[in-house]
């Protein structure tokens, strides 16, 4: 299902009707005149239902795609056995009590695919979601107080998508049993959590938290059973500290795998990565990674997007960093370092796709590369603080 709406989305961006947005992150809007009749259609054929979840009332057995706004502890709102596929709770603009739990009605929802939870501020979740049995999504990306999912979610077998907090929730033991699922966002290493999970070859995204050196080999052995891989993000909790993210030297990655994302500190680049074909987006953060390091990174040849978040300490880039031919499909760069100074020069005919460039807590960096202005597909150059000096001759 996922592969034929991303085709489909790639046939609406290709006719215009739906465009990508230039920046770090695919997101995507409809353009005019297409938003205007989409929100008339929505209109006319009221698929979507909003509802304040502190007013005592029964859902209309229409309802399919409902969204409940909360300001209280509790949701009063009656949902009985209506068939509603997709069902988001949001906390109300203004509201200051926090949403302790849903309530057990919740259960009644058996035609449910999609839950959303996403800022819903959730103390718990409730036992009687073991009843979705046709639950796909479960997104409860930022509960921030929410700490232990309910073994209930063991029954969800037809689970695929499953979205956990930053925060650390307790994930039950036997998770290897939601042979469906696709994508794991976001789970905290515990004692034979990667054993379990090398049942899930299914799996296309995978992002650990709190991971170090001394998970190397088992992280490896599991993530080389999923030969379907496109996504993969390895995190871990001390940034600052010595402690090493692990390199996962024995992987070798499937020809699916597209994305990486790297937290935590490195010796060096790992050699898998260099070798990265059809890598198209990378994410290093608090990698403390040597100029050297950094400068193969150009040679990735379908590298779309590139976030460098501390990774390099130094205090000049120079123009080796992205030398002629350098970065030949990349459209999106970010860079963030709070000890630079100054990037010296971009060489005519480097970065030839760039669109968006954006220093981000660059607080210090003074000069901008000589060369930047032959980088006529530049689109959005974005530098968030601004120092003084550069502030003063953009005035002029």
Known sequence: MEDIAEENINQLVDQGMIRVKIGLRNELEVVEPYYKICLLKLQQGEPIKWYRGDSDYNLPECARIVLVHYRGETITTSFNDNPIVSLFVIKARGAIVPLKSLPEEIGDLINLRYLGLKHSALDEIPESICNLLNLQTLDIRWPMRLRVLPSGILKLVQLRHLMLSMNEIKVPSGIDILTNLQSLTNLFIRPGIIQELRSLTQLKK?????V???????LSACIMKMTGLVSLS??????????LLPTLESFSP??????????????????WVCSMENLTKLTLGYSFLSEEAIYVLQFLPNLKHLA????????????EFCQVGGFPKLE???IANQNLLEWTE?????LPSLAFLKFHCCSQLRILPKGLQCVTTLKVLNMFPLHPDLKREANT
């Open 206 to 210: 995978l992002k650990f938290m709190d």
């Open 212 to 218: 170090s050196e001394e998970h190397d080999s088992e």
């Open 234 to 243: 390895l995190d871990t909790t001390g940034y600052e500290d010595d402690e």
């Open 254 to 271: 499937p020809p699916s795998f597209r994305k990486l994302r790297l937290y935590g500190r490195l010796m060096d680049l790992p050699n």
């Open 308 to 319: 460098l978040w501390e990774a390099c300490k130094v205090k000049v880039i120079n123009k």
């Open 332 to 334: 999106a760069l970010l």
């Open 346 to 350: 971009i060489e005519d005919g480097a």
